[in-house]
Structures are given as structure tokens and as C-alpha cells.
């Protein structure tokens, strides 16, 4: 049963009195030389292993960086971690673990939203506040938690960009499709709604299964709605896919969008210069001139030996938040780091952190139209923040 806010400090007033009683400033003395334990399940394997692995070191050089520094209160800090497989049962008893018998003392959030929305019953269980950089969906912070803070842009947003762009260029006809989960789910809800306010017409719209290997059918299905663009929301895995199989049935609307699956740098190395021309939601680049920014990433690639991505960034940038929540409260009390994440506004790598306060989704930070072109990446949109104008149309096969 949920306790209340009073039980809960009355319990940690008893234990502190507790130990004071019995070991005195010895004990006491111990518990600090002891290092924070934050942990966390990644996807190291399964489908969403790509960028789970990059999620995972942007926890990791961020801990790195901070215990160079002198660590959190005092004490140095030890990330533990368990491969969740991109399996949601598998993460809860691994968030499970981390706390009933790892006896860690603060937690982050998995890769993906499927992964997160299921732990977070966990960290609702176990008062345990949670930020979590890699659910793009609303619909865990719905739920009446009160433990999960959200660490990235809005999922229903990220279609904004490139339907800005297509409305821009008089395009009309929108083919949807993306992986029949609850992250791109919730990518493609308010396709239905910009459509109409921007003149559009959906004229295919269809969903395929988790870890779907084939996609020609769905493909051929599209070709046949003969539409002007093509909205996928999808990962890694299926947008190489797609691509693959768009290519295979000679199909080249207009404007092609992948969701995120492009904005991993892996995309151009598994496509080459079929790539040119596709667009994808990013959270981050590294050419923003956000706070840190330009330090996160030479760090990370003398580190690593490679660039990061908005994962690594996004996964760093919640540390930086919880960091800075841990400093300003001056203790791992639970209750208080909860309300310091509900109401903190401060800047990272990605922008700026700011939820709302009741439900935990993020407010502050917003998200980046990429575009591959011969065989490297830039903004496109917002205009703003845009490094080139939008490639368009996007190119036929036969003139790569």
C-alpha cells in the first residue's frame, strides 16, 4: 500500500535516530565513505540495442566527469547497470532487483517508452524518483505517477517539423506508418489533427508488428497511395528497412521522415548514399550552442573514440539534472528530490529541463527536424536553429 508523504519522513527520521543510537559517529562516518549508487536497466541486446549502448555512456561519462570533480555530497558515484534485453518484463524485475536487493540509492530511466512505461510502476512502487530520457510518450505521465519526470521532447511533436516543411513546399498527401508500439504510437496520434489544420490528406495508414523483418508489403501498400510524403515512425531496425524496401519498389515520394531511427549515426553507415535525403527527429545536435554543449562532445568522442547522439546526450543530460537536484537538496532524501525535479528549470546539453510540475512532461526542451545530404547530417528545422535549408524533393534511386 502507498504510504503517505508523513510516514515516509517518519520512517527515515526513526532509522536515522536508529543508527545514531547504536553506532554512533563511526557508523555514520562509514555510510559517507560509502559511494551513490544510481542504477538503471539499458538495452545492450535486442531490438533496441543500437542506441541503447549509446544511452548507456552518456550515463556513463557523466558519472565519469563528475567523480573527477569530487563526486555528489562528498562521495564518489557508481553507475550499476543490468541489460534488459528491450524487454519490458525483463526491466521491472531489474528495477526490481536494483532496489529490493542492490539497495541502490537513486535510479534512471531505460531506453525506449514500451521499457519505461512498465518501470515505472516500479519507481511509483518504491517512492523512488525516476527521470527518464528515452520515453518520448506521454502516456506513462497520464497515469497519476508522481515519480517519473520526462527527459526528452514530446513524441506527438515530432512530426511537426517535417509536416511544417512539407506544407512549405506545397506537398499534400501523407502516407503513415511506423512500429505497432507505444512510442511510435504516440508519434503519429496527432498526424490526424496538423493534417487538417494544414491542408493535408492522409491517404494510407497502417502499423506493423514489433520486430517485424519484412517490409515490403507495407511498402507496396504505400507506393500504391501514391502519396507525397511518407511519415514513418520508427527505430533504428525498421527505418533501414523501410528504406531498403522503398528502394527495392523503386518508391520516392517527395519527402521521406523516419521518426528517429536517421538520426542514429549509424543510419548513414548501414545505408550509404541511399540515406541522402531522409529526415528524422533529434532531440540534440552537436552543433547547438547549448550550456556544456561543445565540452559533452569532445568528451565523449576522446572517451569513446566515436560522436555521440541524442541518446548519449539525453541520457547525460538527465544526469545533469538529477546531479544538480541531489546538490540543491544536500541529501538523497526521496521525497525532496521529487519535488526539486517537479519544479527545477535549468540548462543542459539539451536545452533547457523544465516539466510540468503535476504530471512530469517536459516543457522546456524542443526538437530538431536532420536531414542526411551526401552522407552527413544537419538541421533543417526549426529555421532558427537550421544549418541548411531542407533537400527537397527528396531524390529518385535511379540518380544516386
Known amino acids: 500500500m502507498r504510504r503517505t508523504r508523513l ?40 531490438a533496441y540495442a543500437d542506441s541503447g549502448k549509446l544511452a548507456l555512456q552518456g550515463y556513463q561519462l557523466w558519472v565519469k566527469q563528475q567523480n573527477a570533480t569530487g563526486g555528489l555530497l562528498g562521495r564518489q558515484i557508481e553507475l550499476k547497470t543490468y541489460d534488459d534485453a528491450s524487454d519490458p518484463a525483463t526491466a521491472v524485475r531489474l528495477y526490481q532487483r536494483l532496489i529490493d536487493q542492490d539497495h541502490v540509492d537513486l535510479i534512471v530511466g531505460p531506453y525506449s517508452s514500451a521499457v519505461t512505461a512498465s518501470v515505472a510502476n516500479v519507481a511509483q512502487q518504491h517512492h523512488m524518483p525516476m527521470i527518464s530520457p528515452e520515453v518520448a510518450s506521454t502516456a506513462p505521465f497520464q497515469r497519476g505517477f508522481t515519480e517519473i519526470f520526462q527527459g526528452i521532447q514530446i513524441a506527438a511533436d515530432y512530426v511537426e517539423g517535417p509536416m511544417a516543411i512539407a506544407k512549405e513546399k506545397g506537398f499534400k498527401t501523407i502516407a503513415v506508418t511506423g512500429e505497432d508500439t507505444l512510442f511510435p504510437r504516440s508519434v503519429v496520434s496527432g498526424v490526424d489533427d496538423l493534417a487538417k489544420k ?6 494510407f495508414n497502417q502499423l506493423y508488428p514489433h520486430n517485424a523483418s519484412d517490409y515490403s508489403s507495407i511498402v507496396e501498400k504505400m507506393k500504391q497511395s501514391n502519396p507525397d510524403i511518407v511519415l514513418a515512425a520508427s527505430y533504428l531496425p525498421d527505418s533501414v528497412g523501410l528504406l531498403r524496401a522503398m528502394k527495392q519498389a523503386n518508391f520516392a515520394p517527395k519527402l521521406v521522415y523516419e521518426g528517429v531511427g536517421p538520426t542514429e549515426l549509424s543510419f548513414g553507415t548501414q545505408n550509404g548514399k541511399d540515406a541522402d535525403g531522409v529526415m528524422g527527429t533529434g532531440n540534440w545536435s552537436a552543433e547547438l550552442k547549448t550550456q556544456g554543449n561543445a565540452t559533452f562532445v569532445k568528451a565523449f568522442e576522446s572517451t569513446f573514440g566515436h560522436p555521440p547522439d541524442y541518446h548519449a546526450a539525453s541520457n547525460y543530460a538527465a544526469l545533469e539534472v538529477l546531479g544538480e537536484a541531489v546538490k540543491r537538496v544536500g541529501s538523497l532524501d526521496s521525497a525532496k528530490l521529487r519535488d526539486q ?7 543542459t546539453v539539451m536545452g533547457t529541463y523544465k516539466v510540468d510540475p503535476k504530471t512530469g512532461i517536459q516543457q522546456g526542451y524542443k526538437s530538431l527536424v536532420l536531414q542526411w545530404v551526401n552522407g552527413k547530417q544537419f538541421v533543417v528545422h526549426p529555421k532558427s536553429l537550421a544549418q541548411q535549408p531542407p533537400a527537397l524533393p527528396f531524390p529518385s534511386w535511379s540518380t544516386r
Not at 12 to 36: C, N
Not at 341 to 347: E, H, K, Q, V
Open 7 to 46: 510516514q515516509v519522513i517518519a520512517a527515515g527520521v526513526a532509522a536515522t535516530a536508529f543508527v545514531f543510537v547504536l553506532g554512533g559517529p563511526r557508523l555514520a562516518a562509514s555510510a559517507a565513505d560509502k559511494p551513490i549508487v544510481i542504477g538503471a536497466s539499458i538495452s545492450e541486446t535486442g
Open 198 to 203: 494544414m491542408g493535408m490528406t492522409i491517404v
Open 341 to 347: 525535479l517537479a519544479t527545477l528549470t535549468m540548462p
